[in-house]
């Protein structure tokens, strides 16, 4: 998927801006959000109040500027949702162009592969959440929805050259196989902080501190859904 391939990106908007207000400075001294800032901001309402309870008057109270700055950058809060799941799904694409998801052994590359979309869910923590959170009510959501699903498939094809090359246990379904590898990898939205604060605990600190960076959770995810479908001997392949 080439970069923001459907869905545009902040960056691009400024730059083109379709027709609306291209190269004009912000018109008062509280709109000095940038693209960039104003979709930070939506996206942490959006994953607060659910996307379809937010409106442009909750997005302008909580950015402190007023609903006509906000659309001197976005057309709708469908623009900025389209803006926010495209950089998730970009990021996981992503992954599957790298060096290690197109090289080596199947089980080699479905293991990185796991790996890189822990990694990238980590980074792209709030981005990630909203994407998993689409319900498809908004051309924009089946869009996100539709890519999903190919991304899925796309990485249960690595699954299936494994299981065929004898290196991943053939007795547990490949479908069934990669669900269960993305419900134990999709929960990590659900728990992980990396400020090491609880989510629904009255914001109370976790005893110690952060559940591990985002490499160490992957680590552990490949270590315990790979222990279970690794096949009883397989072929001469890395970790």
């Not at 923001?4 to 018109?27: I, L, V």
């Not at 109270?61 to 006509?68: M, T």
């Not at 908004?138 to 190919?150: G, I, P, Y």
């Not at 053939?170 to 604060?197: C, H, K, Q």
């Amino acid at each position: 998927m080439t970069a923001h391939q459907g869905g545009g990106s902040p960056g691009a908007a400024t730059a083109g801006q379709r027709g609306r207000g291209a190269g004009r400075a912000p018109r008062s001294g509280r709109d000095t959000y940038t693209p960039q800032t104003l979709l930070s901001v939506a996206v942490r309402v959006f994953n607060e109040r659910g996307y379809d309870g937010t409106s442009m008057e909750h997005l302008s109270q909580a950015a402190g500027i007023s609903k006509s700055s906000i659309y001197h950058h976005v057309s709708s809060k469908e623009e900025l949702l389209r803006w926010a799941v495209s950089r998730a799904i970009d990021g996981l694409f992503a992954v599957l162009d790298e060096e290690g998801a197109v090289t080596g052994r199947p089980l080699e590359r479905a293991q990185y592969v796991t790996r890189r979309t822990v990694e990238v869910l980590v980074a792209e923590l709030p981005y990630v959440t909203l994407l998993l959170r689409v319900r498809g009510n908004t051309d924009t959501e089946r869009w996100a929805l539709e890519r999903r699903r190919e991304f899925d498939h796309r990485v249960a094809g690595l699954f299936s050259a494994a299981v065929h090359e004898g290196e991943l246990r053939g007795d547990v379904e490949v479908r069934m196989a990669t669900r269960l590898l993305f419900g134990m990898i999709n929960s990590v939205v659900e728990w992980y902080r990396p400020d090491g604060v609880r989510q629904g605990d009255g914001g109370s600190p976790y005893e110690d501190g952060p559940l591990g960076s985002g490499a160490e959770i992957a680590d552990a995810v490949v270590r315990i859904a790979f222990s279970g479908l690794r096949a009883a001997n397989p072929g001469p392949v890395g970790d």
